[in-house]
T-cell receptor, first 113, second 109 residues
């Protein structure tokens, strides 16, 4: 299995809802990432997990809460989002040691209404 | 922080024409990646370059990394409508990954 799987592919949520995005990989990668991409902009890094521990938080608002329950799974919990949080959310993973590439998921298209 | 500048920002070409997209880094790169993205969709991995002077090709797309590992070019030969999309370069700095500013490619049949 050489893929990063993200679910759901599309999500519409109200500003008072609580939802979660899920990212899963079975390649043994111990670094996992969340990116946010607005329309016509490159993806921007949000969080980095190394060995299931949060190593980088790029000043992301607390309404986004990441979680890495095991080495294969990365979640992004969403609560009280704003319409401007509507974007494509991308997950990626990679091996930590050695010159190995990043593998990206196909993303979750989030719309906040 | 790492900065990756892509040029041109957008490109419109006639089908069958060749084109080149450039990606310039402010720092030496550990690895340089090229991705393609259709609007609203995920990233499609194209190629990864690690060694100075390295060149890789896949079908009609060729990517090069210069000797100093601070600039890469992506060349498409005989462009087709299927090549249309946004091309992003990405840099591995050793512990983080940054994306370039992106190039939007339109291919007119």
């Amino acid at each position: 299995d050489t893929e990063v799987t993200q679910t759901p592919k599309h999500l519409v949520m109200g500003m008072t809802n609580k939802k979660s995005l899920k990212c899963e990989q079975h390649m043994g990668h111990r670094a996992m990432y969340w990116y946010k991409q607005k329309a016509k902009k490159p993806p921007e890094l949000m969080f980095v997990y190394s060995y299931e521990k949060l190593s980088i938080n790029e000043s992301v608002p607390s309404r986004f809460s990441p979680e890495c329950p095991n080495s294969s799974l990365l979640n992004l919990h969403l609560h009280a989002l704003q319409p401007e949080d509507s974007a494509l959310y991308l997950c990626a993973s990679r091996r930590i040691s050695g010159n190995y590439g990043y593998t990206f998921g196909s993303g979750t298209r989030l719309t906040v209404v | 922080s790492q900065e990756l500048e892509q040029s041109p920002q957008s490109l419109i070409v006639q089908e069958g024409k060749n084109l080149t997209i450039n990606c310039t880094s402010s720092k030496t790169l550990y690895g340089l990646y090229w991705y393609k993205q259709k609007y609203g969709e995920g990233l499609i991995f194209l190629m990864m370059l690690q060694k100075g002077g390295e060149e890789k090709s896949h079908e009609k797309i060729t990517a090069k990394l210069d000797e100093k590992k601070q600039q890469s070019s992506l060349h498409i030969t005989a462009s087709q409508p299927s090549h249309a999309g946004i091309y992003l370069c990405g840099a591995d700095t050793g512990n983080q990954f940054y994306f370039g500013t992106g190039t939007s490619l339109t291919v007119i049949p």
